[in-house]
Every structure is written in C-alpha cells, then in structure tokens.
C-alpha cells in the first residue's frame, strides 16, 4: 500500500481567508513533503518533515506554515494568500528522508487564490 | 547549472511502439538516485522506476526500463509498447544530499502523447 491522500481535492479562498490543506500517509514512512506545482512546470519543494525535525526552503512566504500534529499527518496552514499562490499543492511522504528514498505522492488539492 | 534536464518538451508516439525520453542530471555527489514520474493530466504523481547510483543493472519496473549511462550522466526512460494510457507527463528526478536538507530535484517535463 503506498497510499497519501489529501483532502480537499479543490479550494478556493479569498485573499483573507484562512485555511488548511491536510496530507495523511499511513505506511510508515516518517518524511513528508509539502510541493507547490504551477501548471506546466515541475513540483518545487516547500517543506520536509523528518524524524521530528522540519526543514523549509527558504523561498517559502510565511503565509504557508507546516504543521505536523503526528507522524503520519502533515497539515499546511495558509493565511492571507496572494492570487499567484494559486496552484496544485502536493503532499508526498518517503520511509526515510536518505538519499535514494522513493517519494510517494497524493493526488493534490488544486487551490484557487481570489 | 541545471540539475536536471529533459530536453524533449514534448513527444509524440503511435501505440504499441517503444518510446525513449531523454535525461541528463548534474551532480558532484557519488551517491544518488534517479527517479520517473508520470503524471496524467488528474494531477496525481505517480512513481515509476527509481535508479542508484552504485546499481550495476539498468532498473526495469514492467514496460519501463531506465537505460542509465553514469559517465554521459544520463537516465532515460525506455516505455515499451505504448498504451493510450501512457499519454501524460512525464518528470524525470533526481535526490541528492545538501546542506540544509536532502533535495529533490525534479526536471522540466515531457509531455507525452500516444496516437492510436
């Protein structure tokens, strides 16, 4: 089984609006990913999660925050977003965060920023 | 420079022939690994075939191989057969270790078209 599911599929939300994205795996694995896709361009890592310890790529807003309340949830918060934050968000989580780990992916939640 | 390449945007094939795409990667580190990813026009991304570094074969995973070349610095996907359901995406990918966390790199695609 190398299931990650995410909810929701689709989110539109206003430039106010607060909300969060939840990725969920129950293999095991103890790294997750958060990845931002833009349509017609690769996935761009945002967050890693491993062994307890979170690691963010520094290009990252402080509109999204990572928030993992067990090891096999990962949560996105996003606050106050911007309309080019509109995109596919995809959740991905690996058994180790080696160098030649397998990641499995979610089927993404397509957000729309208005 | 860029980490990983896929020189072929866009690609098409008829069904039941075998398709090579093309990738080449950029890396210092002796220890890596290669990876392939579909990703149908749903969103999902699906894992395909991954390739180490140290592996002495070529990765097969069913109709897809990996023909890895650690000198040229290439690992092309091989699918064999076409199927109307291989046409998508497709990201060749690379995880190498840096500083502040273990990066995954990803290429810019190929978009893949099989004709019946």
């Known amino acids: 089984d190398t299931e990650v599911t995410q909810t929701p599929k689709h989110l539109v939300m206003g430039m106010t609006n607060k909300k969060s994205l939840k990725c969920e795996q129950h293999?095991?694995?103890?790294?997750m990913y958060w990845y931002k896709q833009k349509a017609k361009k690769p996935p761009e890592l945002m967050f890693v999660?491993?062994?307890?310890?979170?690691?963010i790529n520094e290009s990252v807003p402080s509109r999204f925050s990572p928030e993992c309340p067990n090891s096999s949830l990962l949560n996105l918060h996003l606050h106050a977003l911007q309309p080019e934050d509109s995109a596919l968000y995809l959740c991905?989580?690996?058994?180790?965060?080696?160098?030649?780990?397998?990641?499995?992916f979610g089927p993404g939640t397509r957000l729309l920023v208005l | 420079a860029q980490k990983i390449t896929q020189t072929q945007p866009g690609m098409f094939v008829q069904e039941k022939e075998a398709v090579t795409l093309d990738c080449t990667y950029d890396?210092?580190?002796?220890?890596?690994?290669l990876f392939w990813y579909k990703q149908p026009s749903s969103g999902e991304m699906i894992f395909l075939i991954y390739?180490?570094?140290?592996?002495?074969q070529n990765a097969t995973e069913g109709r897809y191989s990996l023909n890895f070349q650690k000198a040229r610095k290439s690992a092309n996907l091989v699918i064999s057969a076409s199927q109307l359901g291989d046409s998508a995406m497709y990201f060749c990918?690379?995880?190498?270790?840096?500083?502040?966390?273990?990066?995954?790199?990803f290429g810019s695609g190929t978009k893949l078209n099989v004709k019946p």
């Open positions: 390739q180490g570094s140290y592996d002495q």
């Open positions: 991905a989580s690996s058994l180790n965060e080696g160098r030649q780990e397998t990641q499995y």
């Open positions: 293999m095991g694995h103890r790294a």
């Open positions: 890396t210092s580190d002796p220890s890596y690994g």
């Open positions: 990918a690379m995880i190498e270790v840096s500083y502040n966390f273990n990066k995954f790199y």
């Open positions: 999660y491993s062994y307890e310890k979170l690691s």
